[in-house]
């Protein structure tokens, strides 16, 4: 009884530590975890991940976690396995993965950090992605580490890089025509402001480089560009001048003129 009494105290020390730090290592070779933290199993995780955390308790009736635990721990040295995608990994081993996140963008989309460490390619893909599945998609991503969440690092961004950004839209446009066959692209909408009223030029002369490809009409709207392509034309009223008879020589329809005519009159 008092042997039985020992294992059972046992058993409960480990789902204890399990529960509320983490399991041990599996031997010497395996690395200790960098924090204690609790069992908080995901389901993205998967259950070889998830019962990898409980191999104490599950060894030696199941042998594979133990297993698991120690390619997670180790964290693809020599050729094994890297799980640093989960959820789990970062979790008992946050700065080793944070680190990794930082150099790989595809990891930085598995835990949330994808603005904040590579916002230029997470500009691109939210354009891409509002082409392929709504207007109005975005690449959202909560509070990471107490940041601001995709919202703050997308507008740090466009505030920070608007030239880079402005690139990206254009390199979006090629895209787009381009996996229609040259089909004429008349407008792109963005949804955020910003690049307009920072760099109204540089946005004025990518629809004019887009014109001149695609022999049309083109407008980039955003929810500046309005008041920023006014006060932009009143200042180069030829700017207008220009873009109306770069159209007319293009076929471009008059809806295209509307507001710009005017701008140079009010100038």
């Known amino acids: 009884m ?3 009494k020992e294992e059972l105290d046992e058993f409960i020390a ?4 399990c529960s ?3 399991p ?9 975890r960098d924090v204690d933290a609790r069992y908080d199993p995901d ?6 991940i998830n019962s990898a955390a409980l191999w104490p308790l599950l060894d030696p009736q199941w042998k594979d976690p133990k297993k698991w635990w120690k390619q997670l721990a180790l964290a693809n040295p020599k050729g094994n396995k890297d799980y640093d995608w989960s959820h789990l990994a970062m979790r008992y081993w946050p700065t080793r993965v944070d680190e990794k996140c930082q150099e790989d963008p595809s990891l930085g989309v598995a835990h949330g950090c994808f603005w904040k460490y590579h916002p ?9 992605l509002q082409d392929e599945i709504a207007p109005d998609f975005r690449i959202e991503e909560t509070p990471y580490r107490g940041d601001g969440g995709d919202t703050e690092h997308r507008a740090a961004y466009l505030r920070d890089e608007p030239l880079e950004a402005i690139a990206a839209i254009e390199k979006e446009i090629h895209r787009r025509r381009k996996d229609t066959e040259g089909k004429i692209l008349r407008e792109l909408t963005i949804l955020e402001p910003g690049l307009w009223s920072v760099e109204a030029e540089a946005c004025w002369d990518m629809e004019t480089r887009i014109i001149k490809k695609q022999e049309f009409g083109f407008r980039l709207i955003a929810p500046d560009e309005e008041a920023a392509r006014a006060a932009l034309l009143k200042g180069t009223p030829q700017k207008a001048t220009g873009r109306n008879k770069l159209l007319q ?3 471009g329809d008059s809806g295209y003129l509307v507001g710009w005519q005017e701008a140079v009159e009010e100038a």
Do not use: F, I, S
């Open 2 to 4: 008092k042997a039985w």
């Open 14 to 17: 480990m789902v204890k530590q």
């Open 20 to 22: 509320e730090q983490g």
């Open 24 to 32: 041990p290592p599996t031997d010497e070779a395996c690395p200790k």
């Open 43 to 48: 389901l993205d995780d998967g259950v070889m």
């Open 120 to 128: 230029a390619r997470a500009w691109a893909w939210e354009l891409r």
């Open 249 to 251: 020589n293009r076929g």
